[in-house]
């Protein structure tokens, strides 16, 4: 049965299911957090004792005020930001599959653990999220790396839309499934469960993911000719390769993938605080915000799909750095204009909501965009460009819900103020990624990623 589908197909499959898995790890504390913490909807409000918060949980709840909630919330961004590079120097070292699938393990069993650390003591429960997200970190940048090695440039678009229609995919489910358990059964059971399904997903991966094309025993010599002709005998994708630490970071192209990468995380992260906006704005119960917050991942999903159909098709009959910038240019100018409208229009949930559907689709671009590009500019190396890359945006990840916090306790008097500030900065970023990527982003494979380099003649600062 297995031969019968390619192999790298598979790999698709198990890489959207990778990234429901660790998104899942990461949002499950974004819904529960609303049954969690007693002061949810009443932002900035403190209750006295919470000071000391491993002993702060009454019959309502943990007292934290709203920077503690960011706290809580971008704490797994620490970890995850700091492993990126690290992640991908250990896969090449060490193997791709086996690192994601190690860490997989750990993350999973970590979460399982995060309500008893919690009821010790609060800072247990942040240093048990920083290490998650550390564990996590390993696998977009790894999973990169195996894109330069399974993928023909003319489908990468398609299978990173598979891969990362895994998040809104985890969204879609996810928020409405954890908000269930907590209202349910407790905010305690949102971890077991999702716990529970990373580590079975991990034991899949490993059973039957491989590094390159020569170790599958699955793949078909037909889809081994393809996958070596149309990547290209001239670009390097040996995993035992030194990286050419000097070569990378001189480059334009890959500071265009850095720079563009850092502003749109911060728009990308507001999914993390949509369930208590909602429950704050709107006064909803913990199932209704999460129930909602699920709808534009459903919407995001569709969009994935037609994305890479488009990606395919473009990619086809013009340049792929064209394509590329194209894309994004439409469809980050939407997303921040619906950002716009939303803090401008009154119209209850239903427009902010709308709103958000447009926002969430029009950005899934970044994917054919910028995470593409890492791969097209240099395939064997692009587990470590994208790691460099997503290690600048995934500082938005911690910034952003504490940057909301702050946000909401200087405008504590007029809360929606507060939230009109920060979807405008989420505008901005965008405006900005944008800008950054049409004028240093490429499409072609930069001369350090090929085989022969003569260094005489490579300055890194190539089209």
Known sequence: MCREIPARWILSLMGLLGVVNLTSLRINLSSSIVDMV??????????????????????????WNANE???????????????????????????????IGVSAIMASLLTILNPV?????????????????????????????????????EERGGHLSIQYAGLPLAAAVIYPLCGFIAEKYGWQYTFYCTGALGLVWSGAWLLLIFDNPADNPNVTPEEAKQTSLSIGEEVNTDRTDDVKWSNILKSLPV???????????MPSYLYLLLPTYLHATYNLNV????????IPYVVKIAAYAFLGLLDWCLSKRYEIGNVRKAVKLTGYSLAALSLIIMTQVTGGVTITLLCFCIQESAATVSVTGIKASAIDIAPGFSGVVFALANSAGSIMGF???????????????????????????????????TAIFLLLGSGKVQQ????????????????
Request: with cysteine; aromatic share 16%; proline share 3%.
């Open 117 to 153: 650390l919690l009821n010790i003591h609060f800072w247990l429960f942040v240093a048990a999220r920083i290490c998650i997200g550390a564990f996590a970190g390993t696998f977009y940048p790894i999973m990169h790396g195996l894109w330069g090695i399974w993928s023909p440039p």
């Open 38 to 63: 007693s002061n949810a909807s009443n932002i900035g409000y403190h209750h006295e004792g919470a000071g000391n918060l491993s002993s702060a949980h009454n019959q309502h709840g943990f007292s």
């Open 255 to 265: 500071w265009g993938i850095i720079l563009s990468t850092f502003f749109d995380h």
């Open 399 to 433: 910034l952003t819900p504490q940057y909301a916090g702050a946000l909401r306790e200087a405008y504590i008097e007029n809360p929606n103020k507060a939230w009109e500030v920060l979807y405008l900065t989420a505008a901005a970023c965008y405006i900005l990624a």
């Open 287 to 294: 199932q209704q915000s999460s129930m909602l917050s699920s």
């Open 448 to 463: 350090w990623a090929k085989r022969e380099v003569d260094d005489t003649e490579t300055t890194g600062l190539i089209d």
């Open 69 to 99: 909630q960011g706290l809580a919330l971008g704490s797994y961004f620490y970890g995850y930001t700091f492993s990126q590079v690290f992640g991908a120097w250990c896969g090449r070292r060490f193997g791709r599959v086996r690192v």
